[in-house]
């Protein structure tokens, strides 16, 4: 189960993706990560203890690229007209939608969790309809997409020759050669820098940083290796299954997570994050969720 305020926890349903077959052109800026060693996890004492982000311990990882941004709604558009690609929350339904954003009729929502009311299944919510089927893309198409599931930003990795990140890897690329900050900017938090909840969650988000949902992928300023926004604006998506006791025996070299897990590691925050209840907006934080699990503040970006 994930994060309550970020993420709808969510039960496993049965699915059975479509297959993609390669061929797609992905066009996502790349950027450069060097070869290094750092150290991964959190030096402050800041995560909460089931998100295992400690022991802070040494990864070494080989030179790799990765996209300057999230994976975009125009991006993903493209490879839903040239595969006919379905995503699961298409082919169950319905998708998790926060209370706010709702643009739904009531007899759309389908329920609520009693644990965190504030997330809604919505009838008709998907990539293409994120708020729910009373809402488009239409000129957000430069925002990053949502409402993919983890298997989905996989069957997008297969159509282009990608992959998603390690969860080593994104850290490494999110520090952006700062070594141990909170931040990809450093270690004192700057609204000026990311996209967070400002006001009183769950009721009351002032919008301050400029944006009550998803912003542009390329707002604010990039990271030391070009990376836009890897902390807050939405989720993304890693390799790995999720382990809370995994740093402790993680190797060295290129790490790839546990065998297995309850869920796929998600990384980075999203606009819905809020100190006052999840603080995951930072380098070392981490969350997960069941890999057919899809919300409106959850994406994706690719490695080579």
Known sequence: MSAACCQPGEPARETTPSIVDPGGVHLVEQVAVPAQTFAMGDAHGDGARPDGETPVHAVRLDAFSIDATA???????????????????ETFGYSAVFHLFLAADDADVLGRPP????????????WAHPFGPGSTVDGAEDHPVVHVSWNDARAYCAWTGRRLPTEAEWECAARGGLPGR????????????????????????????????????RTYAPNGYGLWQPVGNVWEWCADWFDPGW??????????GPAGGPGRVLRGGSYLCHDSYCNRYRNSA????????SMG???????A
């Not at 009351?204 to 949902?213: C, V």
């Open 247 to 256: 740093y402790a025996r993680s190797p060295v070299d290129n790490p790839t």
């Open 182 to 217: 909170r931040y990809p900017w450093g270690d004192e938090l700057d609204a000026g820098r990311c996209n967070i909840w400002q006001g009183t969650f769950p009721t009351e988000n002032t919008g301050d940083d400029g944006y009550a949902a998803t912003a542009p992928v």
């Open 297 to 303: 503040n959850a994406g994706f970006r690719t490695v």
């Open 115 to 126: 644990q965190t009311p504030w997330w809604l299944g919505v009838r008709g919510a998907d």
């Open 71 to 89: 994976v975009t709604v125009a991006d993903f558009a493209r490879f839903v007209a040239a595969t006919g690609y379905r995503t699961e929350a």
């Open 286 to 293: 981490r969350s997960s969720n069941t890999p057919d699990s």
